[in-house]
Nanobody, 130 residues
Framework: QVQLAESGGGSVQTGESLRLSCVAS???????????MAWFRQAPGKEREFVAA???????????HYLDSVKGRFSISRYNAENTLELEMNSLEPEDTAVYFC?????????????????WGQGTQVTVSS
C-alpha cells in the first residue's frame, strides 16, 4: 500500500505563493514513475475538487491537466527519483483556501474524479487572506 504525506501548506496573503510537496512511501523499486498522480482540494462545506494531475502517457513522458481556475497560476511537477510530487501555487486568491490532498490514481476512472484514486494523503491546509 502506497502512503502519501503532504507538506508545505500555510497562511499567506492574496498574490503570494506556496509550494506543496507530497512524498510517497511503500512503492517498490521504480514504480512511482508509473503512477498517475494528482492534487485535489476541499474547502469547508464543499465537495473535494480536482486541481491538477500528472499522467504518464508512455515511458518517462507525462502530460498535465489543470482545473480551469488555476491554469496559468499553478504548476504540478514530479521528481520520480525522490518519489515526490509538487504543486507550485502562484498569485494565490482567497478562493484557493482549502485543504490540499495528494492522491495516487488507480487503474480505471477519469483523472478528474475522486473515485479514480486509491491512495490519499491526510492533507495540508492552505489559507489565503484578502
Amino acid at each position: 500500500q502506497v502512503q502519501l504525506a503532504e507538506s508545505g501548506g500555510g497562511s499567506v496573503q492574496t498574490g503570494e505563493s506556496l509550494r506543496l510537496s507530497c512524498v510517497a512511501s511503500g512503492a517498490s523499486g521504480d514504480t512511482f514513475r508509473t503512477y498517475d498522480m494528482a492534487w485535489f482540494r476541499q474547502a469547508p462545506g464543499k465537495e473535494r475538487e480536482f486541481v491538477a494531475a500528472s499522467k504518464r502517457i508512455g515511458g518517462s513522458v507525462y502530460t498535465t491537466h489543470y482545473l480551469d481556475s488555476v491554469k496559468g497560476r499553478f504548476s504540478i511537477s514530479r521528481y520520480n527519483a525522490e518519489n515526490t510530487l509538487e504543486l507550485e501555487m502562484n498569485s494565490l486568491e482567497p478562493e484557493d483556501t482549502a485543504v490540499y490532498f495528494c492522491a495516487k490514481k488507480g487503474p480505471i476512472g477519469d483523472y478528474y474524479s475522486t473515485m479514480a484514486y486509491d491512495s490519499w494523503g491526510q492533507g495540508t491546509q492552505v489559507t489565503v487572506s484578502s
